[in-house]
Nanobody
Framework: QVQLVESGGGLVQAGGSLRLSCAASGLTFSRYAMGWFRQAPGKERELVAAISWSAGTTYSSDSVKGRFTISRDNVKNTVYLQMNSLEPEDTAVYYC??????????????WGQGTQVTVSS
């Protein structure tokens, strides 16, 4: 049974930082690409960042480029999203996903339960 468990969300002031983690179990983590999505109230879910199985390819959306960094540890079966210079517009539920493709074409096959990130102005 594949499980993805996110952690690290919370409330932070604008300009602050958070690091999200997503621990995977139930499959060979190192064979899969990983991604982070977010969904704000009333908006569609959007891909924020993705990383290939080897970490050789990463992608960040234009809205977070230069502020968010995706990384992974294939020994710990964990993917991270380091979020710096947070803005109120970053407020959303953040989901990690395990799937296929790297870059903007990443597609999630398995999903975590989501973690809330709230940025106050």
């Amino acid at each position: 049974q594949v499980q993805l468990v996110e952690s690290g969300g919370g409330l932070v002031q604008a300009g602050g930082s958070l690091r999200l983690s997503c621990a995977a179990s139930g499959l060979t983590f190192s064979r899969y690409a990983m991604g982070w999505f977010r969904q704000a109230p009333g908006k569609e879910r959007e891909l924020v960042a993705a990383i290939s199985w080897s970490a050789g390819t990463t992608y960040s959306s234009d809205s977070v480029k230069g502020r968010f960094t995706i990384s992974r540890d294939n020994v710990k079966n964990t993917v991270y999203l380091q979020m710096n210079s947070l803005e109120p517009e970053d407020t959303a539920v953040y989901y990690c996903a395990l799937g296929r493709g790297a870059g903007r074409d990443f597609k999630g096959d398995y999903w975590g339960q989501g973690t809330q990130v709230t940025v106050s102005s």
